[in-house]
């Protein structure tokens, strides 16, 4: 239960940094964590989508279609003010997990 | 390149959700396969590397179907709340508390036959407030996007809370009084719904069909 919630909080994290800086397709989405994390996160298309329909239902995103000047229709997702707000908190979280396992197992930032 | 949209479909199935949306589903995760097949023959892969690293991103489609509907599921319950339970029950206590007013500083309904089972009760100053109530759940519906029937379901929930109500009540008269006339039952149903049911129906139906006259008047040009 605990490394469900764990890898969703991680997933949740990496998707709003990224489209707070741009908005992205789903497969950018992976592509753009997986460049930024040095290959350490990755997410699978099964991993993905699942994960993007929650965060659009909850109002932390929204995907619009649109077509690229090649005319692939791609779904873009853009960061809406409530997932902006969820940054924030988001971030604290995971720097306070940081600090008890630095603090537990003795667990260093590179 | 392999067609990916068929891919999915004869690998996802069946989505118990809308057609539009099942659609919408199926091309973005086709977008997605793709995109990543076309990643990986840019880096040289071989086209056969390709297709299989690219089906690779699913272990088991018949889990992502569940996982996918899981997701769309939770979408609809909340757009049930706020499209739906939420209006209706807004318009369903803002109308009985209005009765309930008009009882206390006492407001009586016009009643005909009074003491009969088929008892008509007009209630006029509360059925001309009701199209204000049905409006308002519909107001309410439409601001949260509902669209179609769950407007209208928002629109008159009271009469359709009392439609229910009544229904159970006959049920319960039905089986508890077997030797009571039948047709005094029936009577004094249909009198009842005509009062809870119909009358204010119509009347919240009519604040719906004039906040959308209104909205329709408002979005036209000129």
Redesign the interface.
């Known amino acids: 239960m605990i490394r469900t919630e764990l890898k969703r909080g991680t997933a949740e994290l990496a998707i709003l940094s990224v489209l707070e800086r741009q908005t992205l397709h789903g497969y950018e989405i992976s592509r753009r964590i997986a460049q930024d994390s040095g290959g350490a996160l990755s997410f699978t298309l099964a991993a993905l989508y699942p994960l993007l329909y929650r965060m659009e239902n909850r109002g932390w995103v929204r995907g619009d279609w649109e077509t690229s000047e090649t005319g692939r229709r791609r779904r873009c997702y853009k960061l809406l003010p409530r997932g902006r707000k969820m940054l924030a908190p988001l971030r604290a979280e995971w720097a306070d997990l940081f600090r008890a396992m630095r603090r537990v197992a003795k667990v260093n930032h590179a | 390149m392999p067609d990916w949209l068929a891919y999915v479909n004869d690998r996802l199935g069946h989505l118990a959700i809308s057609q539009a949306e099942s659609s ?2 199926r ?3 086709a ?6 097949y076309l ?1 990986l023959r840019a880096q040289g892969i071989s086209e056969s590397d390709a297709v299989r690293l690219a089906c ?5 489609w018949q ?2 179907r569940r ?2 509907l ?3 599921l ?2 609809f319950m ?1 757009n049930r709340v706020s499209q739906l339970w939420i209006p209706g029950l807004v318009t369903l206590f803002g109308s009985a508390a209005l009765l309930a007013v008009f009882e206390i500083v006492g407001l009586r309904p016009l009643v005909i036959h009074p003491g009969n089972p088929s008892s008509l009760v007009f209630y006029f100053p509360w059925l001309l407030s009701l199209p204000l109530f049905g409006a308002l759940g519909a107001y309410l519906s439409l601001r949260a996007r509902a669209t179609g029937l769950a407007v209208h379901c928002a629109s008159a929930f009271p009469a359709l809370i009392m439609a229910a109500a009544l229904f159970a009540v006959l049920l319960v008269a039905l089986v508890l009084d077997r030797h009571g006339s039948l047709r005094i039952v029936t009577t004094a149903f249909a009198a009842a719904i005509l009062n809870w049911f119909l009358l204010p129906g119509f009347f919240l139906l009519l604040g719906d069909w004039l906040l959308h006259f209104a909205m329709r008047r408002h979005a036209a040009p000129n």
């Open positions: 919408q589903v091309e973005e995760l977008a997605h396969l793709e995109d990543n990643s690779d991103q699913v272990s088991s889990e992502l996982d996918i899981a997701a769309k939770e979408a909340q």
